[in-house]
Structure formats: C-alpha cells, structure tokens
C-alpha cells in the first residue's frame, strides 16, 4: 500500500511523503503504482524547473519514498504542492485500497 501524508500549516501544505508501493498488479502492470510515480517525478520536475531546491526547499524522490517540504513558502509552490496532492486523491478515490492519504494541521 501506498501512504502519503500531508501537512498543513496554517492551511498550507508544509510537507507532502509519499511512501510504499501501491502492488495494486505486479510490477510494470500496477497502474496505482505507475499514476503515483508518473505525478511525483512530474512535480519534481516542475519544481526543479521553479527553483525549488534552489529556495532552501526540500525534494526528495527515490523508489518507493518521495517527500517535498516547503521552508520557503511561494504560491507558485503551493500551486503545485496542491495540483500533486489532487492527483493523489484522484489515484486514491481509484485504488482506494492501495492508497491512503493522511492529512494534519501543525
């Protein structure tokens, strides 16, 4: 299973993890799996392209574990935080037995 958590602080995302492996079908034919991954290499992407990293932000994208943190708080990263976490809720309402999202205010 898939468990992402979100953060919010003061009604923004602070942090979004994203971790596991959905096995919703074995590897290569796991569409939970390959939406998820396809989503979080996107919005690194755009992210890198925004300067994220460069602002003293936090990204991280490996097998199986990806995690973002905002230190530096943009619109434009909230924007895309917000559209990833959107397309997880849509790949969660899909495969809701593989993914779980979790969300706290701190």
């Known amino acids: 299973m898939t ?3 979100v953060v919010y602080h003061a009604g923004q995302i602070q942090s979004i993890k994203v971790e596991g492996h959905a096995g919703q079908d074995e590897y290569g034919k796991d569409l939970a799996c390959a ?3 396809t989503a979080v290499v996107g919005i690194y ?8 990293m460069k602002d003293g932000n936090l990204a991280n ?4 574990y990806s995690y973002f943190e905002i230190f530096n ?3 434009d990263y909230q924007i895309i935080l917000e559209t990833l976490l959107k ?3 849509t790949v969660e309402y899909s ?3 593989y993914v779980k999202i979790n969300t ?3």
């Open 61 to 64: 994208v490996e097998s199986g």
């Open 45 to 52: 992407n755009m992210l890198e392209v925004k300067g994220f």
């Open 87 to 89: 397309i997880l809720e």
């Open 3 to 5: 468990h992402v958590d």
């Open 104 to 106: 706290r205010e701190v």
């Open 95 to 97: 495969y809701e037995q």
């Open 73 to 75: 708080n943009r619109e």
């Open 35 to 37: 939406g998820i991954s």
